[in-house]
């Protein structure tokens, strides 16, 4: 009798075609960098290059803002909103139609799981380019000004490429700002797609400006003088350079950047619904997710059976193959990440937390870290304190709820939390008292292009989503 | 030559809209349709109240439905009717031009801002909460949330003298929030209202939430503004029946959009048309442990 | 025999962790979305045809009907030997007999509902002459329905009594207990039921008569999953689960094993711990078996209609 496993069941390859290099996007056109530096962007599940993109030069960015410049006065910021608004009702379409095409491609340059790019990023995307869309012609009814500052200068990181993209770029676009944005270095792939749906749109030349680079091609997008608004997201230390950057030059700036976010699991609980939460909070994106909820705080009369169900639980995570339409855990996004998060569980098991993770095999080829869940950690181990950006789980215990929300609020940041109850006034008491600017109860990692997304503290300032992600981009 | 006949061509029967068919009116009447020069046109379904009721019925039976869709669904929905018209243009633009007696340029010009209009409300949908709902600051540990919801049934009169405009400008806002319509066309104009009843029943909206009657004013309206199940009224086509009609929703205490300035005519008349059709639902909850 | 249950039935039951709805929902949409190809789909639909309790429930059910049903459980696919059987024929209790002859010596099972089945208003001893006159006839299995007002109105002991009541009459037929989970209504409820009809005996819970809308759903059925291995883990007695009604293709049919495999785990894929309660169901298994070996897809007209 044959045995019921599950057989690969890969998303093909085909859908999408990668051209072996690609130049920059500005004013409307690929056109070459004058900077003469290239980067290779690999699939981190073989290691393989898949491509290789320019490193835009001061030279480079100048030209897109310039472009930014002429596009903001000529034709974007003098549009009547409706029309500004119905092409991003085209570019949301079109995302749309183009979306399989889209998470493949997602799925080989970051490495994330099918599944996820196709259920997860790509509806997302979409949906936010959609939502924004409506906001271009009503702008009078948001509650600020309705007046858009200029050309934004936009950074965004490795891991939702294209989320990331889209919530940078569709509130820009919708209140008449126009962008020069620069994706990050491993994962620059899917913004120049993202480009070539622009010119699908007939959107005008220079309205979207992409330049592809590492630190150096941010540090000139983010320092020039053309850029009227600088919006970043990424790490805590990038994010205060930046502030420092733009202290005193009267640019407008939001900030989205780390997290250490704390699932806090009272005694009454839905369990195995908790267990789902704690599981899509921290191997949600194999834990490349700023809001991730890497702190699991466990009421501890209940800690011994909430561990059993969620070590059994992590057992059925199947890791492999991003393209493979059953994995759960892909491949981490970069050799350089997959070596930060080694060092912290290192550093985890070196100063006396328990580590623990299932005997899944790894693949031979490409940048692999297991499900991981340390338990015995105390507010005082670097991998209660320090972001880890990985598929680590830091587990510890209390006993009442002022002391959760004390251990849950003992962090430089303030990003996003976890409340699990079944009593709705102990999951208000607790949400009142986070300082977070996300909480989920009773559920976790869910986004929505209504709802605005940003952190307290060194989490960063301003919001994205929602009628409050306007704000960012008005004067 | 002479021995080629010429082509006959297929005329379109105009028939209701209900529930997502397309009914004739039980009574089996219908009325001849001129131009405003007096030229016939076609004959429209004269409706009668009985299929007011139906129609009714209809809107009920979609309610919870459409209105338990997510506004995001609900916006996508939208925005594929202004797809759907978009491709029909050029027979919109027809019948506007044969309706309205202008000329095609000006039809053309209408038919673009009535596709425009389903785009604005498209874009409303999931907007309306976050612009009239939020939290309330009460003194007190409670959580308090004031949230909009839609009324219920709409009984929607569309304005005279815009057949399909002024339609599309009064329904869009009402099913927007999740309402369902029950919709007098234009007495002496129903025809454009029709063929959009064509692109609504190929835009993925669910049978029921739009419902297009075409016939008398002074037979349809008495009963619709009358029943019990209708939750609220657009008057904004009642003419000089407008104060009858409030006066018989007050029966039941319809919510009543009274007709007022072509506020309709805006491209961006805001919150002002969808308000109306809503309900506004308070949620306290303790905060404590 | 039945388990003690320390307390009040209804405090024990209340104690067990509540179930959030859209949490579960959550879940079962996810595992609803894993693909199963090639191998895994020819194991997939060869299991699922062995778990398969071939149904006939109708008022207009004849003898000519069962003996034709019972010959299509024994050979699925008159035109493929390697069609394996399903696992059981169940029928009212008052066509046992013929099923039973039709039926012998074939090692499928004959499943009798019985108790009153599908409402269960009638008495206690209505119920038990019911159990027992199928078990005589040659039920090797008995589907009872639980009381569910008596549930509902919070009377669990009467539950629970009834269940060990009819477990006891069963003998050595294999006890499934339905708890019409359409009437339930809550995940919480479903939770609780499950739990009180393994305590009282059951050797299987059922979602539901097929007689209720809805009746099997993913959802139900990942809750009950969650139930027995969780019931395992605390008493080390294994139950078994049975979706029924409202699976009629063979994609439904794979995604309820999704749900056994990753929910409860390998130790419940065999017809002895899984079973799906189904009729039309059968046919498009067999045909999806068939595209699996010739790379056609086939019509309904190709299969037995009985």
Request: net charge neutral; charged share 20%.
């Amino acid at each position: 009798m044959e045995i019921f496993e599950y057989a690969p069941a890969p998303e093909s390859r085909s859908i999408v075609t990668i051209r072996p290099s690609y130049d920059l996007f500005i004013d409307g056109e690929f056109v070459a960098a004058k900077s003469d530096e290239r980067i290779v962007t690999v699939n981190p599940a073989d290691e393989e290059p898949l491509s290789e993109v320019a490193a835009a030069g001061e030279a480079d960015v100048d030209r897109a803002f310039t472009a930014a410049r002429r596009a903001f006065e000529r034709v974007w910021s003098p549009m009547p909103g409706a029309e500004r608004g119905k092409y991003l009702f085209r570019i949301a379409r079109i995302i749309q139609e183009r979306a399989r095409e889209l998470a493949v491609l997602e799925s080989l340059d970051n490495g994330k799981p099918i599944k996820e790019t196709r259920d997860i990023d790509l509806p997302l995307v979409a949906a936010h380019f959609f939502y924004y869309a409506g906001w271009a012609d009503k702008l009078a009814h948001a509650g600020f000004g309705t007046r858009p500052l200029g050309v934004a200068a936009q950074v965004i990181p490795w891991n939702f490429p294209l989320l990331m993209l889209a919530w940078k770029v569709a509130p820009a676009l919708a209140t008449g700002n126009t962008v020069v944005l620069k994706p990050a270095e491993t994962t620059p792939l899917t913004a120049l797609a993202f480009a070539e749906i622009c010119q699908e749109a007939g959107l005008p030349p220079g309205v979207v400006n992409i330049v592809t680079g590492a630190g150096d091609t941010g540090r000139a997008v983010v320092a020039h003088p053309g850029a009227d608004k600088v919006a970043f997201t990424g790490s805590t230390d990038v994010g205060r350079e930046i502030a420092r950057a733009v202290a005193g030059t009267g640019k407008r700036l939001t900030l989205e950047l780390g997290g250490k976010g704390a699932n806090i699991v009272y005694d009454d609980a839905a369990i195995d619904q908790a267990v789902e939460g704690i599981v899509s909070g921290i191997f949600f994106n194999q834990g490349h997710v700023c809001c991730a909820g890497s702190r699991l705080l466990v009421q501890e009369s209940i800690a011994e059976e909430l561990l059993a169900k969620l070590r059994a639980r992590i057992e059925r995570l199947r890791l492999g193959d991003p393209l493979d339409k059953n994995t759960d855990i892909g491949a981490v996004n970069s050799a350089a990440q997959l070596a930060r998060i080694r060092e912290l569980a290192a550093a985890g098991e070196a100063e006396g937390a328990t580590g623990w993770s299932p005997a899944c095999p790894l693949p031979e080829r490409g940048y692999w870290f297991r499900p991981t869940v340390f338990t015995g950690v105390t507010q005082a181990h670097r991998i209660a304190r320090e972001e880890i950006f990985g598929p680590v789980l830091s587990v510890l215990t209390f006993r009442t709820p002022e002391e959760a929300v004390a251990k849950a609020n003992n962090t430089p940041y303030g990003l996003s939390a976890g409340v699990w109850t079944e009593k709705g006034s102990l999951m208000l008491w607790t949400a009142s008292r986070l300082r977070a600017g996300v909480v989920w109860s009773n559920t976790f990692n869910v986004f929505d292009p209504a709802s605005p997304f940003g952190g307290y503290k060194e989490s960063g300032y301003g919001r994205e989503g929602g009628r409050h992600g306007l704000e960012a981009y008005l004067g | 030559m002479a021995d080629i006949s010429p082509r006959i061509g297929v005329r379109k029967t105009y028939k209701l809209y209900v529930g997502g068919a397309f009914p004739r009116s039980e009574s089996g009447r219908s009325y001849p349709v001129t131009s405003p020069a007096g030229d016939h046109l076609a004959n429209a379904a004269l409706a009668s109240r009985k299929d007011v009721r139906d129609a009714v019925v209809a809107a009920r039976k979609a309610f919870p439905g459409w209105s338990g869709r997510t506004a995001y669904n609900r916006g996508q929905i939208l925005y594929r009717i202004a797809e759907m018209m978009e491709g029909r243009r050029a027979q919109f633009a027809e019948e506007v031009a044969a309706a309205e007696g202008v000329s095609a340029a000006r039809a053309q010009a209408l038919v673009s801002a009535a596709v425009d209009r389903w785009v604005y409300y498209a874009g409303w949908a999931d907007k309306i909460g976050q612009v009239l709902g939020g939290a309330n600051p009460v003194s007190g540990p409670y959580f308090n949330l004031s949230e909009p919801e839609p009324t219920g049934v709409v009984g929607v009169f569309a304005p005279a003298g815009s057949p399909l405009l002024g339609l599309v400008s009064v329904l869009a806002p009402v099913i927007t929030s999740g309402n369902t319509a029950v919709l007098v066309a234009d007495e002496r104009a129903p025809l454009p209202a029709v063929t959009l009843a064509e692109a609504l029943a190929t835009s993925d909206l669910p049978g029921g939430v739009a419902n297009i009657l075409t016939g008398r004013l002074a037979e349809l309206a008495p009963p619709l503004a009358g029943h019990a199940d209708v939750n609220a009224l657009d008057l904004a086509g009642a003419g000089g029946l407008a104060a009858e009609l409030e006066a018989l929703a007050a029966t039941t205490l319809k919510r009543v959009l009274r007709p007022g300035a072509d506020d309709w005519n805006d491209a961006d008349p805001g919150l002002s048309r969808i308000r109306p059709f809503l309900e506004t639902k308070t949620v306290w909850h303790p905060i404590g442990r | 025999m039945p388990d003690t249950i320390p307390g009040s039935l209804r405090a024990y039951l209340h104690g067990l962790p509540g179930v959030d709805e859209v949490g579960v929902r959550k879940r079962a949409a996810d595992l609803a979305t894993r693909s199963i190809k090639t191998t895994a789909k020819r194991a997939a639909l060869d299991l699922a045809i062995r778990m398969v309790d071939l149904t006939t429930l109708e008022g207009a059910d004849t003898p000519g009907k069962v003996r034709a049903l019972a010959a299509k459980a024994m050979r699925p696919d008159p035109s493929d030997a390697t069609a394996p059987p399903v696992a059981a024929l169940c029928v009212y209790p008052d066509m046992v007999a013929v099923a039973a002859e039709a039926l012998a010596g074939s090692g499928v099972g004959l499943a009798s509902v019985a108790t009153g089945f599908p409402s269960g208003r009638t008495s206690l001893e209505v119920k038990l002459a019911d159990t027992a006159a199928a078990v005589a006839a040659g039920a090797t299995e008995i589907d009872m329905v639980i009381d569910r007002g008596a549930f509902l109105a919070g009377d669990h002991g009467k539950v629970f009594d009834e269940i060990t009541a009819v477990k006891e009459r069963c003998g050595e037929a294999h006890l499934k207990v339905i708890l019409e989970t359409g009437e339930l209504v809550t995940y919480d409820n479903v939770r609780r039921a499950s739990w009180l009809a393994m305590h009282a005996g059951a050797d299987f819970i059922k979602t539901s008569t097929g007689k209720v809308a809805p009746a099997a759903t993913l959802p139900v059925t990942l809750i009950m999953l969650e139930a027995v291995r969780d019931y395992r883990a605390a008493t080390g007695r294994q139950v078994g689960v049975k979706p029924a009604g409202g699976i009629r293709t063979a994609k439904d049919a794979i995604r309820y094993l999704v749900l056994v495999k990753e929910i409860a785990g390998d130790d419940w894929l065999d017809p002895a711990w899984f079973r799906l309660g189904a009729s039309t169901l059968l046919n498009d298994l067999l045909m999806q078996r068939t595209k699996l070996s010739t790379g056609h897809y086939s019509g309904p007209d190709y299969y037995t209609i009985d």
